[in-house]
């Protein structure tokens, strides 16, 4: 089962994106700052990121910069999932290391389709032999 790593802060959102997550047969993990975020990414075993940019101690952005730099963390897909929904919001998003961006509120089933795809994304370039980092830019 692939490992999303949830970076949320707000708990009830955690509870109920968890909820769909483990539903749609995915294991979670979570973090509630930025930093927790980080971390938990380089410990391993973190498929994807679901990321709210709203994070205490650093926010989405920081942690998405964080994790482009190290190479152990480089290659994990991250998915925004934000209430910012202006478009240099998300723009500013995927320009920070993001393959996708979801806007709160979101329907459930759109939130398995962008990690689905996220993850076949990842896994398709590094069958062509490139360690992912190019789907970030």
């Known amino acids: 089962m692939p490992v999303v790593l949830l970076a949320e802060d707000e708990p009830d959102i955690v509870r109920l994106v ?4 483990r539903r749609d047969g995915f294991l979670v993990r979570t973090a509630t700052t930025g930093q927790e975020a980080v971390e938990a990414a ?4 973190v498929d994807l990121i679901l990321l709210d940019i709203m994070l205490p ?13 190290d ?3 480089r290659g994990i897909p991250i998915v925004v999932m934000s209430a910012r929904a202006q478009a240099k919001e998300v723009a500013r998003g ?6 996708s961006y979801i806007t709160k509120p979101f329907e459930p089933a759109q939130l398995g389709e962008q990690i689905r795809a996220a993850l076949a994304a990842a896994a398709a ?3 062509q032999g490139g360690a992912g ?3 970030h830019r």
Request: net charge negative.
């Open 94 to 99: 995927l320009a920070a290391g993001a393959v």
């Open 71 to 73: 190479p152990l963390t």
């Open 133 to 135: 980092e190019d789907l």
């Open 18 to 21: 968890t909820y769909i997550l």
């Open 125 to 127: 370039g590094r069958a």
């Open 57 to 69: 101690e650093l926010n989405g952005y920081g942690v998405c910069a964080a994790l482009r730099e």
């Open 42 to 45: 380089r410990q391993g075993e």
